[in-house]
């Protein structure tokens, strides 16, 4: 057998390949095709449903979310007159969301560490040391109501809400957020008009970014485990009447007036307080602001980039 020969069959062969996977790619982006034949080559070959500047948000990811949906819908019986345009957005909704999270946490160099995991499993179970009946009954629920395994929570649910929490702390250190310098402005001018005698509920009106501001800033009675441990900690060192100095928690920046303090049949300590807060920027607003700057590609028929801001 000849040396040409050989190296013309082996051109002949990446030739075919590549036609062939040219014709799957089109074939995906014209007719989405959904096939578990489909499912299984697009989790090795790296074909994309839509790019976000150059994080990619992968064709096998997209039918894992659209097998996942459509599993859902048929169980409560919502398969009826199902669009599926809407529901192909609002998977890449989610999914442009979920990259912008990727994109902004890379920028303040945050991650998910194993430590992490382990404290968002904990709170996803609600079990400070899950069981190995726990754990059955979860994979087994997971599998029956989503058709998926542990592993693909821990990479589409756990991993997302992990990375979230983080990055929100960094959010909220950074002092060169304009939302962030904002927020102090604001809270700096209501603790002046405070001490000058301006009455607290009218300046939490004003103020207070949270939906207790029509009440004048009144959060009513509440148990201190409802609260962020920053919160809790400034209300401890008060005396009923007493109006705090500004202070932050992970959220924003506070002022909290304490009314009152009481003791419950069992024993706990309840508070009566009402608070001015300015809000740090968030997650969600950050995900806002780059839907506008990003650039946005998506490969699935009748998409189209605007349909998903």
Not at 90 to 113: G, K
Request: charged fraction near 25%; glycine fraction near 6%.
């Amino acid at each position: 057998m000849s040396k040409n020969f050989v190296l013309g069959s082996l051109a002949g062969i990446v030739l075919f390949s590549a036609v062939a996977l040219m014709i799957f790619n089109y074939g995906l982006k014209t007719y989405n095709w959904t096939s578990p034949t489909v499912h299984a080559v697009v989790k090795v070959l790296p074909f994309s449903a839509m790019k976000v500047n150059r994080y990619s948000y992968s064709y096998a990811d997209y039918l894992t979310d659209w097998n996942t949906i459509k599993l859902f819908m048929e169980q409560n019986g919502q398969t009826e007159g199902m669009d599926e345009l809407s529901l192909k957005q609002e998977i890449l909704r989610s999914a442009l969301d979920t990259l912008l999270v990727e994109i902004i946490a890379d920028r303040y160099d945050v991650t998910v560490t194993d430590e992490d995991y382990q404290n968002t499993w904990k709170l996803v179970l609600g079990v400070e040391e899950p069981t190995e009946d726990d754990w059955k009954a979860f994979d087994q629920n997971l599998l029956d109501t989503y058709g998926w395994t542990r592993d693909t929570y821990k990479e589409r649910v756990i991993h997302l809400y992990a990375l979230s929490e983080k990055l929100a702390v960094a959010l909220a250190a950074d002092e060169n957020l304009q939302v962030n310098q904002d927020a102090k402005k604001a809270i700096e001018e209501a603790a002046g008009k405070l001490k000058a005698g301006e009455d607290f509920a009218t300046l939490a009106q004003t103020y207070s970014d949270d939906g207790s501001a029509a009440e004048g800033g009144d959060l009513g009675w509440f148990d201190p485990e409802q609260m962020v441990p920053e919160f809790v900690e400034q209300l401890k060192t008060m005396e009923k009447g007493q109006t705090s100095e500004v202070f932050k928690t992970r959220y924003g920046y506070h002022i909290v007036y304490l009314e009152d303090v009481r003791q419950t049949e069992e024993g706990k300590t309840e508070y009566k307080a009402a608070h001015i807060i300015k809000l740090f920027a968030t997650v969600d607003s950050l995900i806002a602001e780059e839907k506008n700057q990003a650039s946005i590609e998506v490969y699935i028929n009748g998409v189209d980039e605007e349909s998903l801001l």
